[in-house]
């Protein structure tokens, strides 16, 4: 096959466009990109708007063809975020939002609105596991009185891409690798770096997923975001832009990468067993909803685009307000018929609720609806339970495939006269309280030419990545570092590792160093920014480890015992433990149970051997010598306790084992405690001090 030539340019918004050379002899037809009916494709990176930033424009056949084709490529499991945990649950209401927003659900403090959540993985099937290096979906789909809005976003306030035309490119590239099948859930290989390392908008993302972000330690205890700017509108039509935020009660907490790697071992439903244990024991998950608010004096003062979904708003320059919280209380009663069957739509909003121009956004729109007639099999997918709205549904649609409703009558169809008859005429439109869309910007008319381009602010892609890495504690950049450095260990495409390096010098040198040599390659010259980075201020709220809750509650305790294990010290240390709020679950040798000191047999929750320490956020281990003898000298015991110290975990023991501890490499430090008062509070926290003792980081 003959080389295919192209050149290759920047956009308007530094996106990289790869174009067939103007010399017609030197490039064949079937180098040249087309629709399906054989168009050629001009702009395969922008859909087309009413102007730079104006909303993208329903003519576009390129990019509804392309969306099209992609929601449809995989049936009937979703294409991405396939593999999901669910529960029902409530929001409540803080303090009222009247004065920004309409919505019915933001009016009275106190007042419930049942609502169900779902959370995913991105990149992996239905049949993967839980605890990848991924993105996870966090979508929560309210059901108002005046209908149901979807709040669709992930764990990571930003994207991969700026505008919905790159979004099969994306999944298509991260996905497994069409003519082999693998890898499966992961990014690390060829065709994503590939892509990601000729996408420079991509970098502030590719800084999150390296990050301990990817490797939550619980649903429960992760962010959510809606990713995109949105606006609230009043019932006097004044809008105002807005963020949504998810904060966890119990704060963001991550594994380490052994850790994950070791968890997707231990337990492929590792989450989804965490979110539905808790659940059932009466510890419900819990968020609150904050939202960040600025106008359009606000998003034009600024050096970067808000509707650019690569870009976030520092909580330090606009403080998130908490205004009303969300609690998981209820379990699924059918996985198919709830979780896997709920339909989530960007496009679903209620009066108070109105989309911005987000070029990312705008191809969501037409991009869910479709996907989910594509999986459930109808246009009626709405009328399943768990997606029907609570409030009357009333309008002139018919018949399709799984109909369940029965109307009576004539009327589908409007303009009619039938009501004068003596016949029901059915519903008529609402102009007082139906849903009108925002005028926008008054001052500034959004039209303009019919344009496949992007805003001028779209082309600085690195100063919110440096952002982010300056805002990090030194371990997890050497998190990201190293993240960085296994990734691209597994490309095998030659010069694919150097371009990512080359494009990591605009976000940090000293991050590109590092990866260059944990690669054992060259540091290549800085890629050419298509506009140069602005300073900003690092934000702290970026930080796990900065915000990391020290507590124990909704966090699980391993407790080792064996035989002869002292029946007053164990249960000292369990009251101490459930006292702070923990959860013990105890381990032994045998899944009978273990014999005490007094003569009693304690029953376990689990068996060394199929229990390992990477299931609990911390240990404890409470033998006696005779057990210690015999443990010692067994891999899974040692293994045990040298898993909880290199994952940096707390670790509290007796004095009798302490030959088990030193068999392991366990090394006194902060997180190595007795089993006084003091072991709750210890368990409570991660020791990354530990970390340059346990592992080389780049």
């Not at 209620?350 to 987000?358: E, H, L, Q, W």
């Not at 990512?500 to 920014?529: F, H, S, T, Y």
């Not at 249960?571 to 005490?596: D, H, N, T």
């Not at 929750?605 to 299931?615: E, K």
Request: glycine share 8%.
């Amino acid at each position: 096959m003959a080389k295919q030539t192209f050149e290759t340019r920047k956009g308007e918004g530094g996106e990289t466009h790869q174009q067939v050379s103007d010399d017609s002899t030197r490039t064949a037809d079937t180098a040249r990109l087309t629709t399906n009916q054989g168009i050629r494709i001009t702009d395969n990176q922008n859909s087309l708007k009413a102007g730079a930033r104006g909303p993208t424009l329903l003519e576009d056949f390129v990019l509804r063809e392309k969306i099209f084709h992609f929601d449809h490529e995989r049936i009937p499991e979703r294409i991405v975020h396939a593999r999901g945990s669910g529960a029902h649950g409530y929001f409540e209401l803080f303090e009222s939002l009247a004065d920004i927003t309409k919505a019915d659900l933001f009016q009275r403090p106190g007042e419930k609105t049942s609502l169900f959540a779902r959370f995913s993985t991105v990149a992996g099937g239905a049949g993967s596991v839980d605890t990848p290096r991924d993105v996870r979906g966090f979508a929560v789909k309210f059901y108002t009185r005046q209908g149901n809005w979807d709040l669709v976003g992930n764990n990571i306030p930003v994207f991969f891409i700026q505008d919905a035309m790159k979004f099969p490119d994306l999944v298509h590239a991260v996905k497994m690798e069409s003519d082999r099948a693998f890898p499966q859930a992961g990014s690390a290989h060829d065709t994503f770096w590939d892509f990601a390392s000729l996408m420079p908008e991509s970098t502030h993302m590719l800084m999150w997923a390296m990050s301990d972000r990817t490797l939550p330690r619980s649903l429960r205890m992760m962010e959510g975001f809606g990713v995109h700017t949105f606006r609230l509108v009043n019932a006097e039509g004044k809008s105002t832009f807005v963020k949504f935020h998810w904060k966890p009660k119990l704060g963001i907490q991550s594994t380490v990468w052994d850790e994950a790697l070791k968890l997707q071992a231990a337990d492929n439903d590792y989450h989804r067993r965490d979110l539905w244990e808790a659940i059932a024991v009466g510890n419900f998950p819990e968020w609150e909803l904050g939202l960040q608010l600025f106008d359009q004096a606000f998003a034009d003062a600024q050096p970067y685009d808000v509707l650019d979904a690569t870009k976030l708003i520092p909580e330090e320059v606009i403080p998130v307000r908490i205004v009303g919280r969300m609690v998981l209380d209820r379990n699924p009663d059918n996985f198919f018929a709830e979780t896997e069957q709920v339909a989530f739509c960007p496009a679903n909003i209620v009066p108070g609720v109105d989309f911005s121009n987000d070029p990312l956004l705008q191809g969501r729109l037409f991009s869910y609806l479709d996907t989910q007639k594509s999986r459930l099999g109808t246009a009626n997918f709405h009328q399943i339970p768990i997606n029907a709205p609570i409030c009357p549904v009333m309008n002139f649609q018919r018949d399709g495939q799984m109909q369940m409703n029965v109307p009576r009558g004539r009327a589908n169809y409007e303009p009619n006269s039938l009501a004068d008859h003596g016949e029901d005429g059915g519903p008529r439109e609402c102009p007082m309280t139906g849903f009108t869309t925002s005028t926008g910007r008054p001052e500034h008319e959004e039209e303009g030419d019919k344009l496949r381009v992007r805003a001028e602010l779209f082309a600085d892609h690195y100063s919110h990545a440096r952002l982010f890495w300056l805002s990090q504690q030194p371990a997890e950049q050497a998190h990201i570092a190293s993240s960085f450095v296994f990734e691209l260990s597994k490309v095998q495409l030659a010069q694919v590792p150097a371009r990512m390096i080359a494009n990591l010098r605009n976000v940090d040198d000293d991050l590109a160093k590092r990866v260059a040599e944990g690669l054992a390659i060259a540091l290549p010259d800085k890629k050419p920014a298509a506009r140069e980075p602005v300073s900003m201020q690092p934000s702290p709220a970026l930080s796990i480890h900065t915000n990391m809750k020290a507590v124990l509650t909704g966090r699980k305790v391993g407790v080792l015992i064996a035989d002869g294990t002292d029946a007053a010290e164990l249960k000292g240390l369990l009251a101490e433990i459930e006292k702070a709020g923990g959860s013990p679950f105890l381990v032994s040798p045998r899944i009978g149970g273990a014999k005490l000191s007094d003569g009693k047999v304690m029953k376990v929750d689990g068996q060394l051997a199929g229990s390992p320490s990477q299931l609990f956020d911390a240990v404890a281990v409470v033998l006696s010598n005779a057990a210690v003898e015999d443990l010692a000298k067994q891999a899974v015991a040692i293994q045990w306790v040298m898993d909880a110290f290199g994952h940096l975990k707390a670790i509290g023991s007796n004095e009798a084992a302490t030959p088990l501890l030193e068999k392991a490499g366990v090394v006194p430090d902060a997180g190595v405690v007795g089993l006084d008062t003091y072991f709750a509070k210890a368990a409570a926290s991660r020791y990354w001090d530990r970390e340059p003792r346990v592992r080389v980081l780049a």
